[in-house]
């Protein structure tokens, strides 16, 4: 009957109960995700007391409700040096040994000198959750539940380059019922990874902040490591020869990526060719800047952008584009022409750069001070009117043409333009317009050929 009878012999006794070693402390199991060993002992003991009353014994049945506490069991670990390939995943040999036998406990493990953006697998699943990685000490924390005296094993990291790199880790064990810890076991292990090596065919290499890449020959994309404190590449403040011969970016990969780039950037990391494409999903981000007079201008409302030199950018998928920087302001802006664009500069004393040998739409153009010829390429305005200046310009109705000798203005014959000084290499033209329309001055740079014609 698995009854107990205790003879009280008059007083009250005390009983103990032993629970079985390394099982957890719940009765039964409370989810799917957070399974807890089921004690089933604990679900079926009742207390039964009685007193003899008068000559009668009188019982009372009454369940117990017990919980044992579970304790989180210590662990070690014997990790080994390991050599690797960069961008590829390597298993980390630990040698953890738990006591733990019916799977109440995960591992948490802390590993430091990976370098930022690591990407760790656990039975070749990519984890982005339950990491966090503090840069200044290079040390992250894998607390994910999945990970457990059963799994870990299968456990790989993906970085970059390295040689004899010192990984210092630490192991402990967190019991899922109830979240208590065991003590850390600590350890550390060399890890080499192979650089990778560009090829003449087409290659996908894993951004190297360091050492670089080089894409060589091919149509070759670059990928990056997990981004885990959300803090994106800005590839305006890296060297400009970090990246070359790079044709794809993909920001697809191993969790959402912000990045941030200029002309100047694109020009350095590409080909001959001076196109590069961005890959992008939800969550991902391009942010582009000015650089100078090395100026972006979007083609139309497509997801083609162009500078002033002839580089393309083209942003694929469902990432933003920002491009907040390289838009009109009420300030002092330098901005791109293409020809493609209509293009209010708002106030500020703007100046806009055509771009290779087009000419200049003025019906496409407000608020502009200065038109630069000078940047790229040989241009020929045409013929220009009273209208064109009147139209592009704000209330001040003046605009300056930068250029060179391979740049020509014709002035309209007979529009009434007047021919004035010459001031600081600059020659002023003047047009009244008619009496009742007011004065439009063009202030053209001496080295452009001008004709009134």
Same mark, same amino acid.
């Given at each position: 009957?698995?009854?107990?009878?205790?003879?009280?012999?008059?007083?009250?006794?005390?009983?103990?109960?032993?629970?079985?070693?390394?099982?957890?402390?719940?009765?039964?199991?409370?989810?799917?995700?957070?399974?807890?060993? &089921?004690?089933?002992?604990?679900?079926?003991?009742?207390?039964?007391?009685?007193?003899?009353?008068?000559?009668?014994?009188?019982?009372?049945?009454?369940?117990?409700?017990?919980?044992? &506490?579970?304790?989180? &069991?210590?662990?070690?670990?014997?990790?080994?040096?390991?050599?690797?390939?960069?961008?590829?995943?390597?298993?980390?040999?630990?040698?953890?040994?738990?006591?733990?036998?019916?799977?109440?406990?995960?591992?948490?493990?802390?590993?430091?000198?990976?370098?930022?953006?690591?990407?760790?697998?656990?039975?070749?699943?990519?984890?982005?959750?339950?990491?966090?990685?503090?840069?200044?000490?290079?040390?992250?924390?894998?607390?994910?539940?999945?990970?457990?005296?059963?799994?870990?094993?299968?456990?790989?990291?993906?970085?970059?380059?390295?040689?004899?790199?010192?990984?210092?880790?630490?192991?402990?064990?967190?019991?899922?019922?109830?979240?208590?810890?065991?003590?850390?076991?600590? #350890?550390?292990?060399?890890?080499?990874?192979?650089?990778?090596?560009?090829?003449?065919?087409?290659?996908?290499?894993?951004?190297?902040?360091?050492?670089?890449?080089?894409?060589?020959?091919?149509?070759?994309?670059?990928?990056?490591?997990?981004?885990?404190?959300?803090? #994106?590449?800005?590839?305006?403040?890296?060297?400009?020869?970090?990246?070359?011969?790079?044709?794809?970016?993909?920001?697809?990969?191993?969790?959402?990526?912000?990045?941030?780039?200029?002309?100047?950037?694109?020009?350095?990391?590409?080909?001959?060719?001076?196109?590069?494409?961005?890959?992008?999903?939800?969550?991902?981000?391009?942010?582009?800047?000015?650089?100078?007079?090395?100026?972006?201008?979007?083609?139309?409302?497509?997801?083609?952008?162009?500078?002033?030199?002839?580089?393309?950018?083209?942003?694929?998928?469902?990432?933003?584009?920002?491009?907040?920087?390289?838009?009109?302001?009420?300030?002092?802006?330098?901005?791109?022409?293409? #020809?493609?664009?209509?293009?209010?500069?708002?106030?500020?004393?703007?100046?806009?750069?055509?771009?290779?040998?087009?000419?200049?739409?003025?019906?496409?153009?407000?608020?502009?001070?200065?038109?630069?010829?000078?940047?790229?390429?040989?241009? &020929?305005?045409?013929?220009?009117?009273?209208?064109?200046?009147?139209?592009?310009?704000?209330?001040?109705?003046?605009?300056?043409?930068?250029?060179?000798?391979?740049?020509?203005?014709?002035?309209?014959?007979?529009?009434?333009?007047?021919?004035?000084?010459?001031?600081? #290499?600059?020659?002023?033209?003047?047009?009244?317009?008619?009496?009742?329309?007011?004065?439009?001055?063009?202030?053209?740079?001496?080295?452009?050929?001008?004709?009134?014609?």
């Amino acid at each position: 009957t698995n009854r107990w009878a205790i003879d009280t012999e008059g007083g009250v006794p005390r009983i103990w109960l032993e629970a079985p070693q390394n099982v957890g402390g719940l009765t039964s199991q409370d989810s799917a995700d957070t399974p807890v060993p &089921d004690w089933e002992l604990l679900d079926t003991i009742e207390l039964e007391t009685g007193v003899t009353d008068m000559g009668v014994q009188v019982f009372q049945t009454q369940p117990v409700s017990l919980r044992i &506490d579970a304790v989180a &069991d210590p662990v070690s670990l014997t990790p080994q040096n390991l050599v690797g390939d960069a961008h590829q995943p390597l298993s980390l040999v630990l040698n953890v040994h738990d006591q733990d036998t019916d799977g109440s406990e995960h591992l948490e493990l802390t590993l430091k000198g990976l370098g930022p953006d690591a990407v760790f697998h656990l039975n070749d699943e990519e984890l982005l959750e339950n990491v966090t990685y503090d840069a200044d000490t290079d040390t992250y924390v894998i607390a994910d539940p999945a990970i457990t005296m059963q799994t870990v094993d299968t456990f790989s990291v993906m970085q970059t380059q390295m040689e004899n790199q010192t990984i210092d880790v630490s192991v402990r064990s967190i019991e899922k019922s109830n979240g208590d810890t065991s003590d850390p076991a600590d #350890g550390s292990f060399t890890l080499t990874l192979r650089p990778e090596v560009s090829s003449s065919g087409d290659d996908v290499l894993l951004f190297d902040r360091i050492q670089g890449n080089d894409g060589a020959a091919g149509d070759d994309t670059l990928v990056f490591g997990t981004d885990w404190n959300d803090e #994106g590449i800005d590839f305006t403040a890296l060297d400009d020869n970090l990246v070359q011969n790079m044709e794809t970016l993909d920001l697809t990969r191993h969790g959402d990526h912000a990045v941030t780039l200029n002309s100047t950037d694109v020009e350095s990391m590409t080909d001959d060719r001076n196109a590069l494409s961005i890959e992008t999903d939800a969550g991902d981000s391009v942010v582009l800047k000015n650089d100078g007079d090395d100026v972006w201008a979007q083609q139309g409302s497509s997801n083609v952008y162009e500078d002033v030199n002839g580089a393309v950018l083209t942003v694929n998928g469902a990432g933003t584009v920002d491009t907040t920087a390289i838009e009109p302001t009420a300030g002092d802006d330098v901005l791109g022409y293409n #020809g493609t664009n209509d293009i209010d500069a708002e106030a500020g004393d703007d100046r806009l750069i055509v771009f290779g040998d087009l000419p200049v739409d003025f019906t496409k153009i407000q608020n502009v001070e200065a038109l630069d010829l000078s940047v790229k390429g040989d241009h &020929d305005l045409g013929e220009v009117t009273y209208a064109d200046i009147f139209g592009a310009t704000d209330d001040n109705h003046t605009l300056t043409i930068l250029g060179d000798s391979g740049d020509s203005v014709t002035l309209k014959a007979g529009d009434g333009w007047a021919k004035g000084s010459d001031e600081s #290499g600059f020659t002023t033209y003047t047009n009244d317009g008619g009496a009742a329309d007011p004065t439009v001055t063009v202030k053209v740079d001496d080295d452009v050929n001008v004709t009134v014609a």
